[in-house]
């Protein structure tokens, strides 16, 4: 061994130790001294603590982040300017675009962006390890064919690109640090003593770099628990720089109070952890909240105290920041727009996202009356000049136009891009100004680190570039803005130090603090996930001399234990679900959590039990809802059900109330229309339509007989279906790929009916859309429907009803069989939910049976399902009689239909009517059904049972 390294245990408190040690060495001359981290905000704590112990005016020893030493240095040697990795991967494109192999990524340069990125990290990867590239002969063969050419190519291309980036001017991080590595003496000879602190893994040029300071007579401080084996990749650095570890301070023998939590929720685990908060933290290093998800910064923000100071140092995606979310609609309209026609409903969008009715002024307060005109007028897709003739031509509209969406036509290259991002952020920003200036609101704050991010590492990509001159589409130039954010984080930089700290766990490197709050402590997220380049899978690594990726899980769990083991309270939060659902996978919880539980255990010589031990289960504070059965309904409610039924009642207003009562009480007795939708698809215009088609095609038959093998006539259905489908505007309202969609499936369904015809004898046609009424003897009331079709065959009449959409519900021929046996003594049926339910499941085919009361003479109805998956099964008769039925000799005998429509049907009409008249609510069944597609879901205080 060549020379010491002195170790601090995390115990002692990595800085504050260090900030002693320096002082006592150095207290008269501190100005000579320079101290490396490899963080900067370890670099300025340890300036924290040396202001604690220093009083007056003093000089400060040179304090450096290690990759802001290494650049002040390596541009002595040489100046070139380091590149954004969105660059790298533009030199990258210039060197292998021709070669073979790379043809399906090389068509243009945002294809190829994803995977330069790639690449270009592999080559930085190759340079930091100091590793010379080399081929590799046979790639994996489940890498894509660019990837395998890449591999087996690597030094040649390895050679280009450094070649080309000489050519450029420009160089990047791993080359700077290769470089000064490989030349420090050059530019470094150090006055005073030089102190390498708080490292743990190095790359070997780092290690290069670090025995050339050694050699200047630097010295290693580390921090490393005495009592625990040293992990592998610091007794590797021990090894390689010849150090033998020194214990600097001996730790106090005392152990973190552990306890651990264990919540359902994100949002159950933060207002637990702000319960422990202390209420004002007077140091930086009193209270840590760290936060491995850092998509769960917002839900902590939210419920922490207004007033308690917190100081943020971690990276947060910002995708969904606010100025991110409108730049990223704004591409969405603009790339789904058909020739110069814009999608209505991502326009929508568009115009209420705050910002732009911040841009739309006082315009803005009539944007619900504008879109409700928008959705009257029913076309999917709009030109602009459409819209603003809509809209009466007003001037903001119009201004938002010229603004926001125009200024992409004259789009050619990444610098005309940025210099319209950034004129539209400047417009769209200007009415928050005052706002984002004070920030005091997480979206503002958010905000401001987009607009932060955007500033500093998107827009240099397109304005400053080498490729910010050439020529690309517009829809490449989108997709290179969505790479780029994806993997841009707003860099919070908690600053100044004080109040709570909420860190990521690499940022937590060499701090200590008396309390550590860890929430999310579960698999996934602790360790974080795997990020793997998969050009270089695991089993590849040692084969191309790279360092295996398990010393990153080693290191994330030094830096975890260390962090637990300097701190004196420690309140670990894991989430427990162990129900899987679509919504809820299950959690497991970390395995350092597993680990520290384990320490517990063997330390108190017993398992711990659930109940038993440091583990709380958080109980929910669930209030179990009231019972709520329905709408109840008084009087007035009373009056208008008996007014409805006054008037002639239809089969859909019955299976209304029978499939949801709460519904019939929203669509009949408050009269409230279904909210109008801008779909490419109406259903219902669509159903309107094939029956109108099937009335033309039977018309001349009308009271002839039709032999379905002789008057098939497929052609001229098929005209008549293309006759009103254009001149209904139906089409007109489909985009081309839709509208090809629905024209060719509407033709196969009714071409399949046809066919489906010829498997029947001949009938005569007695009536088409034929409107029938009549009075109930019982009760008194009229009944009305609209029958689709009514045809006699040699067996009996047929009252026939299509449908277009999803399938029907019916009942077997066993249910009614039991339904006949059970009859003859119909019950009372009580006005409860059960009662309901009753009839619910014995009128299922309300509708059919409803037809043959209004038709007393037919003996059959028929659903015709055109929309059904299978051809045999397009008709449905309700009593299985032939024609229609397939079995044969096994259907319901003549008298049992009587008995069923004479007696049944019309008894358990009447029970109806009185559940009708005498309930006490609207009931919301218990499963009632498609509540999520029902119109009035947000009316409706039964929605949370869907
Ligand atoms: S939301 Fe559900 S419960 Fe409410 S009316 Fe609609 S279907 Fe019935």
């Given amino acids: 061994m060549s020379g010491k390294a002195w170790i601090i245990p995390p115990q002692a408190g990595f800085l504050p130790t260090l ?27 340890f300036r924290y603590y040396l202001g604690r112990h ?94 395998q050419a890449f591999l087996s190519a690597l030094s040649e291309i390895g050679r280009d690109f450094r070649e080309i980036l000489s050519g450029a001017g420009v160089t990047t991080p791993a080359a700077r640090l ?28 780092e290690r290069f770099l670090f025995r050339r300071l050694l050699e200047l007579g630097a010295e290693v401080f580390l921090e490393m628990d005495p009592g625990c084996r040293a992990p592998d990749f610091l007794a590797e650095v021990l090894r390689d720089l010849k150090l033998s ?10 152990r973190p109070r552990l306890r651990f939590f264990a919540a359902a929720d994100v949002h159950q685990e933060v ?42 140092t971690l990276g947060f995606p910002v995708k969904r920041s606010l100025p991110a979310t409108f730049l990223l609609l704004l591409f969405e ?218 010393r990153q899980e080693a290191l994330e769990r030094y830096y975890f234990d260390r962090l637990i083991a300097s701190a004196r309270e420690v309140e670990i939060f894991y989430l427990s679900v162990t129900e899987s659902s679509s919504r809820l996978p299950p959690r497991v919880r970390s395995r350092y959590v597993e680990a520290l539980l384990w320490a517990e255990e063997k330390r108190k010589g017993e398992l711990f039990t659930p109940g038993k031990g440091p583990v709380r289960h958080l109980s929910l504070s669930l209030t179990a809802p009231e019972p709520f059965p329905g709408i109840p309904r008084g009087e007035a409610e009373r009056r208008e059900v008996e007014r409805l039924l006054s008037g002639e009642i239809s089969a859909t207003l019955l299976e209304t109330y029978l499939d949801c009562p709460a519904r019939f009480y929203f669509r009949y007795l408050l009269g409230l229309k279904p909210p109008e939708r801008l779909t490419e698809y109406d259903a219902t215009a669509l159903g309107t339509l094939i ?85 109930h003897p019982g009760l008194g009331l009229r009944f009305r429907g609209k029958l689709d079709r009514v045809d006699e065959f040699e067996t009996g009449r047929v009252v026939l009803d299509y449908k277009t959409g999803a399938g029907v519900r019916s009942l077997s021929l066993r249910r009614l069989r039991e339904i006949l046996e059970e009859a003859r003594d119909i019950p009372r049926v009580e006005p409860t939910l059960e009662g309901l339910r009753f009839l619910r499941d014995r009128l299922p085919d309300l509708q059919l049976l409803l037809y043959l009361f209004l038709r007393p003479e037919a003996g059959e109805a028929v659903y015709v399902q055109l929309a059904s998956g299978k051809g045999r099964e397009i008709f449905k008769p309700l009593f299985y009689r032939p024609p229609f039925s397939p079995r044969s000799g096994d259907f319901l005998r003549e008298e049992e239909i009587e008995y069923l429509r004479e007696r049944v049907f019309p008894a358990l009409l009447e029970r109806l009517i009185e559940h009708l008249l005498a309930a006490p609510y609207f009931f919301i069944p218990e499963k009632p059904p498609g509540c999520r597609w029902c119109d009035y879901l947000y009316a409706c205080p039964g929605r949370k049972r869907a």
């Fill in 19 to 45: 900030s002693r040690e320096i002082l006592r060495r150095h207290r008269e001359d501190l100005s000579r001294v320079t101290v490396i981290f490899p963080t900067r905000r370890a670099a300025h704590f």
């Fill in 691 to 775: 029956h109108a088609v099937l009335e033309d095609y039977f018309r001349p038959y009308l009271g002839r007989e039709y032999l379905p093998r002789e008057h098939n006539d497929p052609s001229r259905l098929l005209t008549l279906f293309r006759e009103r489908f254009e001149r209904d505007g139906l089409s007109r309202q489909l985009g081309p790929e839709r509208r090809f969609f629905v024209e060719k499936t509407a033709e196969f369904r009714l071409r399949r009916y046809l066919q489906s015809l010829e498997a029947l004898p001949p009938f005569r046609i007695l009536s088409l859309e034929e409107e029938k009424r009549r009075e």
């Fill in 333 to 550: 309209l603009y790339e789904k727009r058909l020739s110069e026609r814009y999608p209505v409903l991502t326009y929508l969008s568009l115009l209420k996202h705050p910002y732009a009715r911040g841009v739309l002024g006082a315009w803005a307060a009539e944007l619900h009356a504008f879109e409700t005109r928008l959705r009257a007028h029913g076309s999917p897709y709009l030109s602009l000049s459409e819209i603003e003739d809509l809209a009466g031509g007003v001037d903001p509209l119009r201004r938002f136009h010229r603004e926001f969406l125009e200024v992409f036509y004259g789009v050619k290259t990444p610098r005309d891009f940025a210099r319209v991002l950034k004129e539209i952020l400047h417009r769209v920003l200007e009415p928050h100004r005052e706002r984002l200036r004070e920030a005091r609101e997480n979206r503002e704050i958010l905000a401001r680190h987009f607009l932060y991010a955007f500033e500093t590492e998107i827009l240099p990509v397109f304005e400053s570039s080498s490729f910010s001159g050439e020529p690309m589409p517009l829809e490449g130039l989108f997709r290179m803005f969505r790479e780029l954010l994806q993997t841009v984080s707003a860099p919070f930089e908690g600053d100044p130090l004080c109040g709570v700290q909420v860190m990521g766990l690499l940022e937590t490197r060499l701090l200590s603090f008396r309390k550590v709050i860890v929430l999310d402590a579960n698999e996934g997220a602790l360790p974080s996930p795997e990020e793997i380049n998969p050009l270089l899978p695991e089993g590849l690594r040692p084969a191309l001399s790279l360092p295996r990726r398990s």
């Fill in 178 to 205: 290769r470089l000064l590595s490989e030349r420090l003496p050059e530019v470094f000879s150090p006055e005073g003593p030089v102190y390498l602190c708080g490292f743990a893994a190095l790359s070997r040029a």
């Fill in 54 to 147: 220093l009083r007056g005016s003093f000089f400060l020893p040179r304090i450096y982040a290690f990759s802001d030493w290494v650049n002040e240095l390596a541009v002595r040697l040489d100046p070139r300017p380091i590149i954004p990795p969105a660059e790298r991967a533009w030199w990258l494109y210039r060197v292998v675009s021709g070669r073979p192999g790379f043809e399906q990524v090389t068509e243009s340069f945002d294809r190829f962006l994803p995977w330069g990125l790639r690449f270009s990290e592999v080559l930085e990867e190759f340079e930091r390890e100091a590793v010379p590239l080399k081929d590799l002969l046979e790639p994996p063969e489940d890498l894509p064919p660019h990837g």
């Fill in 245 to 254: 570890p020194e214990i600097l301070s001996r730790p106090r023998s005392r």
């Fill in 271 to 312: 207002r637990e952890a702000a319960r422990l908060l202390p209420p004002d933290p007077e140091t930086p290093d009193e209270v840590l909240i760290l936060l491995p998800v850092a998509g769960h910064l917002l839900p902590l923000l939210y419920t922490l105290p207004e007033d308690l100071p917190v100081n943020i």
